[in-house]
């Protein structure tokens, strides 16, 4: 390795300036929620003098955050196990059983994938509307479960069509039948791909706005991003309160992100690469 | 190798005569794509018809439909605040596209050239940090770090250059370029591993022998990591694309499109079109052409990097 000393310091002085660039404004509202509510504090880094940890009791309480929490758990229970299950279904029978016309599913599915939310968002809303299930959890459940489809069938079918096929000949042989094929063989090899997109699906409903915006009026039956944007409305005057909400709508992925970074970043390249 | 294999023998399986069994097993297999399919159809494909649909009519969504043909098209194209929704998308995809891939660039190659240790895996995690936030809570810092009181002016003027601040996201000129800087920060991160991924997976002996002959950094990188990167380089311009072209939390968040139309992008407008105005057709025919616009952008960038993986 041949790197000059003045490239080394160039590169390390590049990189830590963007770490910093980062890293700032999450020391910035950080401070900030620490000064006192209602007041409009100069944003620079002087921390201040007595700092107000009760803005973060407060906005707990004004967030509604246990309801909060409560309501984003529930719809990634509802969205993220029901998206595993039958995308790794109709991968297997694409990418695996390679029924006829698996072709054509594919590219229906893979259009998807260029779809941004807001072009489909008004028809869904007004059939929500007339099926009855507009402004509850489901609303935002049942649509963003379809959303995923075309990510997560393709993420699931790039796994299975490159699963040797000698493994299936043999079970027929026996005798399996195609669910035991599924559920006794190839299920179980495919736990890895299964997980990432458990990871991906989790971090994304939690992180939805749109569809929880759009969707339901009660901020306490939508998703962290969206109780957020709620909250974002109501206390968009009190700097330090606004901080310190935001803050504890950050604190659990931020946990989750630094308990799994690896498998994490993994995940999100991996789906980015294959989508 | 598998797959060719794989292939020949669903040839075989094709010539024989369709046997009850193989009908049997070909018909379980649809039965396995029915729960996918039907969700996709029903949350995804008719909404999308429908969306076609209802760009043809004037309507405000409980009333009487009116057909008026291609006339909400029409209106896009010529009322300067819809169509110039469709230029602001494009201007953010300088800020949340060229730039975060450009600069990802050059801090991979860095990190791969001179911090593959401790360091290196330190600098991917922090910068990666912003992608797994939501993005509205992205737009809440910065739409506090942004204001007259906030870190960036503090800065500025420590640096002695407290002439220019200024409330960025309320000013005209710079709302669009601020709202930028926070697609630069959310995707910087994404685009820098995404590239350093790859240029691990570039033979080690090719920079080797360009370093024997004493190549520089810039040298290495232009003609070694840019080229045999290309296939990164597509996947992130895609995803940046789309983010860019599709960009609604950031915007709603921070300025809701202003001030004035300044930051407007088309996601912003089809929520007010359909949610506060009801002008439901107008609202689908911009929908319909954000989704051609993101086609025809897409398109072009895929071609281009398959035909180089090749």
């Given at each position: 390795m041949r790197v000059a000393r003045g490239e080394l310091w160039a590169g390390r002085a590049l990189l830590l300036a963007l770490m910093a660039f980062t890293i700032l404004p999450f020391i910035s509202i950080f401070i900030t929620a620490l000064?006192?509510?209602?007041t409009v504090p100069a944003g620079g880094l002087e921390w201040p003098?007595?700092?107000?940890?009760i803005n973060f009791v407060t906005a707990f309480k004004m967030a509604e955050m246990p309801k909060l929490l409560a309501s984003s758990i529930f719809i990634v229970l509802a969205v993220v196990p029901a998206t595993l299950v039958i995308s790794t279904m109709a991968g297997f029978a694409i990418?695996?059983?390679?029924?006829?016309?698996a072709r054509v599913l594919l590219f229906l599915f893979v259009?998807?994938?260029?779809?941004?939310?807001q072009g489909i968002i008004i028809p869904i809303y007004l059939l929500e509307r007339a099926i009855g299930i507009?402004?509850?959890?489901v609303a935002i459940a049942l649509p963003l479960i379809a959303l995923y489809m075309p990510f997560a069938v393709f993420w699931m079918r790039a796994h299975f069509v490159n699963m040797p096929s000698e493994l299936s000949e043999a079970a027929r042989v026996d005798g399996a039948t195609t669910w035991d094929l599924f559920w006794k063989i190839h299920v179980p090899l495919a736990r890895a791909p299964v997980a990432s997109l458990g990871i991906l699906t989790s971090i994304w409903t939690w992180n939805q706005f749109l569809l929880a915006l759009v969707l339901?009026?009660?901020?306490?039956?939508?998703t962290m991003a969206g109780g957020l944007g709620a909250f974002q409305g109501q206390y968009a005057n009190d700097v330090p309160l606004l901080c310190a909400g935001t803050i504890l709508i950050l604190v659990p992925t931020l946990i989750v992100f630094i308990l799994f970074q690896r498998q994490i970043i993994m995940a999100l390249l991996q789906g980015a690469v294959k989508g | 190798m598998t797959s060719d294999r794989r292939a020949a023998a669903f040839k075989i399986s094709r010539r024989t005569s369709p046997s009850k069994k193989v009908r049997r097993e070909n018909f379980v297999g649809w039965l396995f794509t029915l729960p996918a399919l039907f969700m996709y159809a029903f949350f995804v494909l008719v909404p999308f018809l429908l969306t076609i649909l209802y760009s043809f009519f004037r309507w405000n969504g409980v009333g009487p439909m009116t057909w008026v043909g291609i006339k909400n098209y029409l209106s896009v194209l010529q009322v300067p605040n819809l169509v110039g929704t469709i230029f602001n998308a494009f201007w953010l995809v300088v800020w949340f596209s060229f730039i975060p891939v450009g600069l990802g660039l050059i801090v991979a190659s860095v990190i791969h050239r001179i911090a593959r240790g401790r360091f290196g895996t330190v600098a991917r995690t922090v910068l990666f940090l912003?992608?797994?936030?939501?993005l509205v809570a992205a737009g809440i810092i910065w739409g506090w770090l942004l204001a007259l009181p906030g870190l960036i002016n503090q800065i500025l003027k420590a640096v002695?250059?407290?002439?220019?601040?200024?409330?960025w996201l309320g000013d005209f000129h710079w709302a669009l370029p601020s709202v930028g800087m926070v697609g630069v920060w959310v995707l910087l991160g994404f685009c820098t591993v995404l590239l350093e991924t790859g240029m691990s997976k570039i033979d080690p002996a090719l920079y080797e022998s360009a370093r024997l002959d004493g190549a520089s950094w810039f040298q290495e990188f232009l003609g070694i990591t840019v080229p045999l990167l290309r296939h990164e380089i597509g996947v992130c311009l895609t995803v940046t694309v789309i983010a860019a072209l599709a960009a609604f939390d950031i915007i709603w968040v921070t300025t809701a499109g202003g001030p004035g139309n300044s930051t407007s992008v088309p996601g912003i407008q089809i929520y007010i079109l359909a949610f506060?105005?009801?002008a439901i057709g107008l609202a689908s025919a911009l929908a319909v052409m954000l989704m051609v616009l993101v086609v025809i952008v897409i398109i072009p960038i895929q071609w281009l990097t398959r035909e180089s993986a090749q």
């Amino acid at each position: 390795m041949r790197v000059a000393r003045g490239e080394l310091w160039a590169g390390r002085a590049l990189l830590l300036a963007l770490m910093a660039f980062t890293i700032l404004p999450f020391i910035s509202i950080f401070i900030t929620a620490l000064h006192p509510s209602g007041t409009v504090p100069a944003g620079g880094l002087e921390w201040p003098k007595p700092p107000q940890w009760i803005n973060f009791v407060t906005a707990f309480k004004m967030a509604e955050m246990p309801k909060l929490l409560a309501s984003s758990i529930f719809i990634v229970l509802a969205v993220v196990p029901a998206t595993l299950v039958i995308s790794t279904m109709a991968g297997f029978a694409i990418g695996l059983l390679r029924i006829p016309g698996a072709r054509v599913l594919l590219f229906l599915f893979v259009f998807g994938l260029t779809l941004p939310f807001q072009g489909i968002i008004i028809p869904i809303y007004l059939l929500e509307r007339a099926i009855g299930i507009y402004n509850t959890r489901v609303a935002i459940a049942l649509p963003l479960i379809a959303l995923y489809m075309p990510f997560a069938v393709f993420w699931m079918r790039a796994h299975f069509v490159n699963m040797p096929s000698e493994l299936s000949e043999a079970a027929r042989v026996d005798g399996a039948t195609t669910w035991d094929l599924f559920w006794k063989i190839h299920v179980p090899l495919a736990r890895a791909p299964v997980a990432s997109l458990g990871i991906l699906t989790s971090i994304w409903t939690w992180n939805q706005f749109l569809l929880a915006l759009v969707l339901v009026e009660d901020p306490t039956q939508r998703t962290m991003a969206g109780g957020l944007g709620a909250f974002q409305g109501q206390y968009a005057n009190d700097v330090p309160l606004l901080c310190a909400g935001t803050i504890l709508i950050l604190v659990p992925t931020l946990i989750v992100f630094i308990l799994f970074q690896r498998q994490i970043i993994m995940a999100l390249l991996q789906g980015a690469v294959k989508g | 190798m598998t797959s060719d294999r794989r292939a020949a023998a669903f040839k075989i399986s094709r010539r024989t005569s369709p046997s009850k069994k193989v009908r049997r097993e070909n018909f379980v297999g649809w039965l396995f794509t029915l729960p996918a399919l039907f969700m996709y159809a029903f949350f995804v494909l008719v909404p999308f018809l429908l969306t076609i649909l209802y760009s043809f009519f004037r309507w405000n969504g409980v009333g009487p439909m009116t057909w008026v043909g291609i006339k909400n098209y029409l209106s896009v194209l010529q009322v300067p605040n819809l169509v110039g929704t469709i230029f602001n998308a494009f201007w953010l995809v300088v800020w949340f596209s060229f730039i975060p891939v450009g600069l990802g660039l050059i801090v991979a190659s860095v990190i791969h050239r001179i911090a593959r240790g401790r360091f290196g895996t330190v600098a991917r995690t922090v910068l990666f940090l912003p992608q797994v936030i939501a993005l509205v809570a992205a737009g809440i810092i910065w739409g506090w770090l942004l204001a007259l009181p906030g870190l960036i002016n503090q800065i500025l003027k420590a640096v002695g250059l407290g002439v220019i601040t200024r409330a960025w996201l309320g000013d005209f000129h710079w709302a669009l370029p601020s709202v930028g800087m926070v697609g630069v920060w959310v995707l910087l991160g994404f685009c820098t591993v995404l590239l350093e991924t790859g240029m691990s997976k570039i033979d080690p002996a090719l920079y080797e022998s360009a370093r024997l002959d004493g190549a520089s950094w810039f040298q290495e990188f232009l003609g070694i990591t840019v080229p045999l990167l290309r296939h990164e380089i597509g996947v992130c311009l895609t995803v940046t694309v789309i983010a860019a072209l599709a960009a609604f939390d950031i915007i709603w968040v921070t300025t809701a499109g202003g001030p004035g139309n300044s930051t407007s992008v088309p996601g912003i407008q089809i929520y007010i079109l359909a949610f506060t105005q009801r002008a439901i057709g107008l609202a689908s025919a911009l929908a319909v052409m954000l989704m051609v616009l993101v086609v025809i952008v897409i398109i072009p960038i895929q071609w281009l990097t398959r035909e180089s993986a090749q």
